[in-house]
Structures are given as C-alpha cells and as structure tokens.
C-alpha cells in the first residue's frame, strides 16, 4: 500500500455516507463480522464484489466504485494468520474488479494491461481498505 505524503495540514472534514462504507471486524475469537453480520471468510470475496460494484443499484451499497470504502477492523486478540486471510480475500476482491474491468475495457488480463491503462482502471475502482485502530481484546 502506498501512503499519503504526510501533511500537517487538517485535512477538511468530509462526512461519509454509511451505505459507502463496507464494514468488516474480526473480533478476539477470529471470527468475521461482515455489516453486522457472522460471515466466513470464504464468502468475504463475493461480499466485497458487490459492495464496490453495486450491480443492482441498491441503495444499501456503495453509491460508485470511487464512493467505496472498505473499513477492516481487528481486536487486538486476532490471529495474524487470519487478519492475513481477511485482508488477502479483500484485495483479491480488488483484483477479480479490475480483472473483469480489464478484460471488459481492453479485452487483456489487468496484468498484462500497460501502466497507463491500468491506472485508468484504478481511476474508477479505486482500493480504498481503511484500517481501523484495533480494540482493546474482547471489546469486539
């Protein structure tokens, strides 16, 4: 992941709104929490599809791809073998986009797409995963 030069400008205050935020928590007992809701981390990739693409237009999802914020957070209880697999089956989310995007747009896998393309593509499908300071154990 590539960083923000740092600033000590306040950045402006700007609120979210809630149906633009996909929220995933892994609690103490490494178990996921996907929107509230006990999900398996095998179904985390699929999840996370449809809240950044937003194929129904549902007004409980991501209003566009550039709108979509994935929110991760962890106790401090957690696994790092599963954070790993939470965090890996978020960015594969990313990739499956921008693959499908690629092979839609220029007809070549995103890999074999060159550097300008690619970021066109990351223009409209930007990966946003904001990490949230982890909670004290068992708070989750």
Same mark, same amino acid.
């Given at each position: 992941?590539?960083?923000?030069?740092?600033?000590?400008?306040?950045?402006?205050?700007?609120?979210?709104?809630?149906?633009?935020?996909?929220?995933?928590?892994?609690? &103490?007992? +490494? /178990?996921?929490?996907? *929107?509230?809701?006990? =999900?398996?981390? $095998?179904?985390?990739k699929s999840k996370t599809i449809e809240f950044i693409t937003?194929?129904?237009?549902?007004?409980?999802?991501?209003?566009?791809?550039?709108?979509a914020i994935v929110s991760l957070q962890n106790d401090r209880?957690?696994?790092?073998?599963?954070?790993?697999?939470?965090?890996?089956?978020?960015?594969? &989310?990313? +990739? /499956?986009?921008?693959? *499908?995007?690629?092979? =839609?747009?220029? $007809?070549?896998?995103?890999?074999?797409?060159?550097?300008?393309?690619?970021?066109?593509?990351q223009k409209d499908f930007p990966l946003v995963i904001s990490?949230?300071?982890?909670?004290?154990?068992?708070?989750?």
């Amino acid at each position: 992941m590539k960083l923000p030069p740092w600033s000590d400008v306040e950045p402006p205050s700007s609120e979210i709104a809630s149906r633009n935020i996909f929220r995933v928590v892994v609690n &103490a007992e +490494n /178990q996921l929490l996907v *929107e509230g809701e006990r =999900a398996k981390v $095998g179904d985390l990739k699929s999840k996370t599809i449809e809240f950044i693409t937003n194929p129904n237009q549902s007004k409980d999802l991501a209003k566009s791809p550039k709108n979509a914020i994935v929110s991760l957070q962890n106790d401090r209880g957690t696994s790092y073998e599963t954070y790993l697999s939470v965090y890996n089956e978020l960015k594969a &989310a990313y +990739n /499956q986009v921008w693959n *499908e995007e690629a092979q =839609a747009r220029f $007809g070549y896998r995103y890999k074999d797409l060159q550097r300008t393309e690619q970021k066109l593509i990351q223009k409209d499908f930007p990966l946003v995963i904001s990490e949230a300071e982890p909670s004290v154990y068992g708070s989750l």
